[in-house]
């Protein structure tokens, strides 16, 4: 019998990670302005947080991921990221919530991080040398036809507006 209550207790402990619910009220919110040609999108996920801006003026983008206490910044693919007027048309029509439910699949974005701090965010345009000002700062490359699967180093997966997988690999994240 006391096996069997130890047993019992041991099994609880060790399934109910497995078991347990772990998704949190993930939320994004997107703001569009088209004057300025940027679109900021935020992800409200507690500690998980992040803020990326997209500049089309400069064709820069940035991510601040509020628990590494940092930015990325790279070139915007723009075969992959939305216009600004689709991502206006989008805001508009409050799709973001849907979780892409019923659209395309997501595009997928690879991305490697340069371990070495950025110097000038002042080259990245004004948005996203505010937005990323106080806080290391490291310049992501696109890496073409990459997969998850082979590559060897840590690896960060931020699904945006469910229209767009983006993969950070390596330098910061490996800490």
Known sequence: MKFTIIF????????????GDYNTNEEQSLSVNSEHNLANIDNNNGWDSWNTVWDYESNFAAIR??????CIVHRMNRDAVPSLQALDT????????????GGPPPKDLMYSINPEKVSDLNRFGKNIAS???????????????????????????????????????????SN
């Open 8 to 19: 019992a207790g041991l099994l609880g402990v060790f399934l109910t990670p497995v078991l």
């Open 131 to 173: 937005m990323c000002r106080g806080v290391p700062t490291y310049m992501a490359e696109e890496i073409q036809g990459a997969n998850l699967f082979a590559f060897s180093e840590k690896c960060l997966n931020i699904n945006i507006l469910w229209i767009l997988n983006t993969s950070f690999c390596g330098g910061i994240l």
């Open 65 to 70: 991921l509020f628990k590494k206490k940092a």
């Open 90 to 101: 989008l805001s508009k029509e409050n799709k973001v919530q849907n979780k892409g439910q």
